[in-house]
């Protein structure tokens, strides 16, 4: 398997693509967060229940947040992601670093929590791309490898 070496050799990914790797990866992150939640749960059920839900807020956002920099910046790529043959990349087709990783993370779960304004930024981006991809200078490509 050969990464691509240049912008221009690596097709981007459909708009449709992405939208159908995004309902499998909500599917996914639901399994995720059940799990992650319960030790944590189970270990703060004392805590006053403001505080408590207050910190599992932050928990869960923290694990959302390292569960995907972590597969963005391993292989480029989540398991819905690779079952879309979908891969991320930055815009000159090299792999993701943990900045730029953050980055896209960050960016993207206002965009997320905003009914999805920066997914539905695609639909007015030139390139078609997601806001968090603008701004974090990565793209998203067809992974045929």
Do not use: C
């Amino acid at each position: 398997m050969t990464l691509p070496t240049s912008a221009g050799a690596a097709q981007p990914a459909s708009l449709a693509r992405r939208g159908l790797a995004l309902v499998y990866e909500t599917l996914l992150l639901a399994a995720v967060l059940l799990a992650g939640a319960l030790p944590f749960v189970m270990l703060t059920h004392r805590l006053d229940h403001a505080v408590g839900r207050l910190l599992l807020q932050f928990y869960l956002v923290a694990l959302i947040g390292i569960y995907f920099t972590w597969q963005w910046k391993r292989g480029g790529r989540t398991l819905a992601m690779k079952t879309w043959r979908l891969r991320l990349v930055t815009r000159n087709g090299a792999p993701v670093g943990w900045k730029r990783a953050w980055i896209r993370y960050l960016v993207a779960l206002p965009g997320a929590l905003l009914a999805g304004a920066g997914f539905l930024w695609a639909l007015a981006d030139r390139d078609r791309q997601f806001l968090h991809d603008r701004v974090a200078g990565t793209r998203i490509i067809r992974d045929e490898g």
